[in-house]
Nanobody, 120 residues
């Protein structure tokens, strides 16, 4: 079992910043991709950003230039620095971690979600 604990969500005014963290723990042999998704009311869950174990990053067009994803492999933790926040960034943000718990057993785990609300 792999557990993910998210933190850092909250209420912020437009133009403000927040930093999300997600720490993975449990039986972990290797972590491959770590990412953040979000789901706004009435909308589908969408990818915000992800990062490979080699450090390659991928961002949704809507957040490019404003959000930065990073990871600390020693701590099995992924971060999402969100700057210049807009009301349309309001959503529940979910952490996703893909990896292996043995040489042959893979996992694809999700966090419980953290609410981000941006007021205008």
């Amino acid at each position: 079992q792999v557990q993910l604990v998210e933190s850092g969500g909250g209420l912020v005014q437009a133009g403000g910043s927040l930093r999300l963290s997600c720490a993975a723990s449990g039986r972990i042999f290797r972590i491959d991709t770590m990412g953040w998704y979000r789901q706004a009311p009435g909308k589908q869950r969408e990818l915000v950003a992800d990062i490979t174990n080699g450090g390659s990053t991928n961002y949704a067009d809507s957040v490019k230039g404003r959000f930065t994803i990073s990871r600390d492999n020693a701590k099995n933790t992924v971060y999402l620095q969100m700057n210049s926040l807009k009301p349309e960034d309001t959503a529940v943000y979910y952490c996703n971690v893909v990896g292996a718990w043995t040489t042959w057993g893979k996992f694809d785990s999700w966090g419980q979600g953290t609410q981000v609300t941006v007021s205008s």
